[in-house]
């Protein structure tokens, strides 16, 4: 039995995924546990080839979310994967930037909560990213950052004073 495209991206077969793709595999469908896309596993492992590769296909639905309500972006940034998260961001398609997942985190909460600067940084050259985020216990981002340490913190005010 052939392997499933998630398996694919999860061991980081280029070539095996694009014989999926070329064989008419479904580039939206959902597996595992979450119910990720292969292009949420992509993004999580850092297997930034496949990424390009899955964010070509025309059928690409690329703001998905898993049964959590988490994105690409959101997988992307828990990995700590900044050069997949700046392929996500290029994408033509993406509109999902301030998703929120079940726990009411954007990928920007996300990347701050888990200290993931580089993600943090680049999600704050989005125009229009939300600043004024909060989570399901009402922390807001501005918390968040600074119990991460100054660095953090020094980012995301610098960030929301820019704005206001």
Known sequence: MPASL???CHEGDLEGVGCHLAGGGDVNRRAGNHRATSLMVA????????????LQHPGLEVDLADDQGQTALHYSCSGGNTAGLAL???HPGLSSIDARDDKME????MAVKQGQLG????LLQVPGVELNTRDRCSQSLASVARRKGVGMWRLVQREQEKRT
């Open 6 to 8: 998630s398996r694919l």
């Open 88 to 90: 996500l961001l290029a």
């Open 119 to 122: 993600c943090v940084e680049l």
């Open 106 to 109: 954007t990928a920007l909460m």
């Open 43 to 54: 993004a999580r492992r850092g297997h930034n080839s496949i990424l390009a590769l899955l």
